[in-house]
């Protein structure tokens, strides 16, 4: 078994690391080895001609300004929007499901990968702690690993165990990890998720995606009981409810008695209570995200966001006006276990409005024509002014549902437009 050479912080030269046309990619969002991807922002100019894969970030460390850096992503969630200012942002619009293979397999390449980790342990292992999606996958086709050593990281439990003979280079640099703090919530928020509580049965299953709806979501369930979770992103509001006893995960039918999801994104809170906690595990998205895994249960509520849904139920959650601001994300790997789950419910919640209620976000048509989640995988979509339950419903009753719960100030507009849709 290989030792990992141990480089001082300030002796890290990426200029005699990268190779030309050679893919750097690192572990994202909160997982995001910020002191190397800053160190590599500052020596960029100097390196050969290379290229970035950097799904979702939410710092600033790198910028895509670069002449010889082309970045690629997943799309303009978080802080990634910035690098369309850039101008060097390429899309790949696919489903968190597939970034494994597309790995593994040398489609999406990854020569050079960047993380960070705790530990070591008293086997010599470290733990990336934070998240794991397609690290593992990274791991295994690059041709050098450089590992920030943080002992600021939780010890998760999963599969964020790192052998020591995959790692090329240890570099300790010790720093705060990345927090997200929960969103203001306001009363749109708060009826939205009321709405969205009110589809989730006790012993349901679900999964939630980012945003303030969502946290909000995990406010609302107060009253519910046991509830398990399988999701991609875990937060603060899950650790609550864990703590609460509202999420037991008795009733799942895999994984019981354990939160599951792939990554961390919260405060330093969650991250405590993550620390070395058997009842929280952090799984590759090969797991999270399978159709296989996921197809074992029942009673399974997917809930995620969007930008527009238009009067035939096709959800948006990717671009407005253009610009790339979301993803495809986790959506249709959810959306799709759960309309095929026994007693499973696939919601979409969403303001009705934009922030200064200038745009319905109802939509007689997609304004980008960018369809994430078609027509075909629609059940409830909800505002804070109600839920439209699409399912089994013809084009002209879905049109007239959903206008049902836009904003009153643009339902005659969208009734107009749906006389020539329908």
Known sequence: MKTPALIAPEALDFAQLIRAGETVGWAEATAEPVFLTRRLNAQADRCPQFRVFCPLTFSDSFSAAHRNVTVTALGGAGAGRRFFADGAENVIPANISDICGLVASGRLPMDVVLLQASGPDNAGRYNAGLGIEHLHAAIGQARLVITQINPELPWTCGDTVIDPGLIDMLVPAREPPIELPARPRGPIECSIADHVASLIPDCATIELGLGAVPEAVTRALSAKRGLGVHSGAIGDGIADLMEAGIVDNRHKEIDPGVTVGTMLMGTRRLYRF???????????????????????????????????????????????????????????????AANRAAGGRSIIALQSTNRDRTRSRIV??????????????ADCVVTEHGIADLRGRTLAERARALIAISDPGFRAELERASDTLV
């Open 274 to 336: 993550a620390d070395r906690n058997p009842a929280i595990q952090i799984r590759a998205t090969s797991y999270t995200h399978d159709a296989l895994v996921l197809g074992q249960f029942r009673r399974f509520v997917a809930i995620n966001g969007a930008l527009e849904v238009d009067l035939t139920g096709q959800v948006n959650a990717e671009t407005a006006r253009g610009r790339h601001i979301g993803a495809v994300g986790g959506q249709m790997d959810f959306i799709r």
């Open 364 to 377: 007689a048509k997609l304004t980008d024509a960018v369809v994430t989640t078609p027509r075909a995988e």
